[in-house]
Nanobody
Framework: QVQLVESGGGFVQAGGSLRLSCRASGNIFSINAGNWYRQAPGKQRELVAAFTSGGPTNYADSVKGRFTISRDDAKNTVYLEMNSLKPEDTAVYYC???????????????WGRGTQVTVSS
């Protein structure tokens, strides 16, 4: 059973930076697509950043130029680098990965449990 382990959340002042990590524990062949979502209190979950293998990365308008999604295939890990953080970025951040299982090579999808990011003004 592949689980997604998130880390890197925390408390930061406006203008600061954080890097979130999402590591797929267990055996997988490859990551096909990766997404970071966030959900603020009282709001719907929204897609923040996404990539597909061989395709472009996409970002929500609210984070373009400030957030960067990346991957390290050797570590089965996806990152979200967040710079110039604003109080409105405060939310629980969730990673979502689409990957190929080992040894079946079947496609699967998993969600992380979320990591809290709090930005003070």
């Amino acid at each position: 059973q592949v689980q997604l382990v998130e880390s890197g959340g925390g408390f930061v002042q406006a203008g600061g930076s954080l890097r979130l990590s999402c590591r797929a524990s267990g055996n997988i062949f490859s990551i096909n697509a990766g997404n970071w979502y966030r959900q603020a209190p009282g709001k719907q979950r929204e897609l923040v950043a996404a990539f597909t293998s061989g395709g472009p990365t996409n970002y929500a308008d609210s984070v373009k130029g400030r957030f960067t999604i990346s991957r390290d295939d050797a570590k089965n890990t996806v990152y979200l680098e967040m710079n110039s953080l604003k109080p409105e970025d405060t939310a629980v951040y969730y990673c979502n990965l689409d990957y190929r299982n080992y040894p079946s090579n079947a496609s699967s999808e998993s969600w992380g449990r979320g990591t809290q990011v709090t930005v003070s003004s």
